[in-house]
C-alpha cells in the first residue's frame, strides 16, 4: 500500500482540491444541501475556518484554516465525505458499489497544498473563484452560486464584476491538476 506524505502543520492553511470518482456527475451542486449539512456537522464536532470555496458538479476547491493545535484535515475530509455519502443513501439516492463492496462516489484521494504566505493565499483565493468560469459553468465569477465569491462581495473585499465577463480567458494553473 502506497503511503501518501502530506504536510501536517497544526494550524496551517491548506489548499484541497477533492473529487467525485465519475467526474460527469453533477452530485454535489445536485445535492448542494446535503454538502452544506455534511461540512456543517463536521465543522461543529472539528471546528476549522473556511476561508473561500467553490463547490462545482464533480467537484470542489477550498482553503481551511486549522486550530492551532490541529492538524488533522484528512479525518476532516473523510468525515465530510461519508456524511455526504450517507445523506445521499439516507434521501433515496441510488450509489454504486465498487468490487470492495464502497461506495463509489468519490476520488479515494484528495489534493492538499500548504499556503505558505499572504501572496500564496491571495493567488488560492482567486483560483477557486475563477474555477466556475475556467471549466466554462458561467461567464464570469459573479453567475457561479456555489462560491465564497458571494461573501467576499457582500464583506466589500471583492466587486461585483471582480474578473468582468469572459469567453477565452487564459488562466493560470494552481492547485488543480489536469
Do not use: C
Not at 38 to 51: D, G, L, N, T
Not at 99 to 119: C, M, P, S, V
Amino acid at each position: 500500500m502506497v503511503h501518501y506524505r502530506r504536510n501536517q502543520l497544526p494550524g496551517g492553511t491548506y489548499f484541497f482540491t477533492v473529487t467525485l470518482a465519475d467526474r460527469r456527475s453533477h452530485a454535489l451542486t445536485e445535492n448542494i444541501k446535503h454538502l452544506h449539512t455534511s461540512f456543517r456537522r463536521v465543522m461543529i464536532a472539528q471546528p476549522f475556518e473556511i476561508a473561500a470555496m467553490v463547490v462545482l458538479p464533480e467537484h470542489l476547491h477550498t482553503i481551511w484554516t486549522l486550530p492551532p493545535d490541529d492538524a488533522d484535515y484528512a479525518g476532516r475530509w473523510r468525515a465530510i465525505k461519508a456524511g455526504f455519502t450517507r445523506d445521499l443513501i439516507r434521501a433515496g439516492v441510488n450509489l454504486t458499489r465498487n468490487a470492495k463492496g464502497e461506495y463509489d462516489l468519490w476520488q479515494r484521494r484528495f489534493w492538499e497544498h500548504t499556503i505558505r504566505d499572504d501572496n500564496d493565499l491571495a493567488r488560492h483565493v482567486d483560483y477557486i473563484h475563477f474555477n466556475p468560469v475556467k471549466h466554462g459553468w458561467v461567464s464570469r465569477v459573479a453567475a457561479w452560486p456555489h462560491s465564497s465569491f458571494h461573501r467576499y462581495v457582500r464583506q466589500g473585499m471583492l466587486p461585483e464584476d471582480w474578473a468582468g465577463e469572459t469567453s477565452d480567458a487564459v488562466i493560470e494553473k494552481y492547485g488543480e491538476p489536469v
